[in-house]
């Protein structure tokens, strides 16, 4: 979701306290800079872009951000989470079950929410909690 009005930060906090998110200075910025960026981003990246703020009030905004449903954690395969925000679906809901792309080249992350997981059919006694597909390869900017 990207935020170009004049209003994104009270944008930005009214869509954090919808979620029951008290909306510090901190919270605010990363999730604008996450809505801006719009690829998945690992704690790394993050703080790379944030310079004198404390690594773990970062790390503490992103899983409060991921227990509130705001962002989703990936595992791309490169042995670092990533984070990514949810975005809407056409009936309001989140597209938890979509695919992501994994540059082999850049190492970025990509979300692809108009590529959805099927339903798979477990076994009885079976239940998923989570489900992440990741394909691998070069993306547009790598494959040129």
Known sequence: MAIHTNNAMKEIETILKAKGIRPTAVRL???KFMAKESLAMSLNDIEAAFGQTERTTLFRSLKLFEE???VHKIEDGSGIAKFALETAGENGANDKLHLH???SKCGETQCLTDQTIPNIS?????KATD???VVKGLCDKCYQ
């Open 101 to 103: 792309f994994h540059c």
């Open 29 to 31: 910025l990363v999730y």
């Open 131 to 133: 489900a992440n597909l």
């Open 68 to 70: 509130k449903g705001l």
């Open 122 to 126: 477990l076994p009885k006694g079976f």
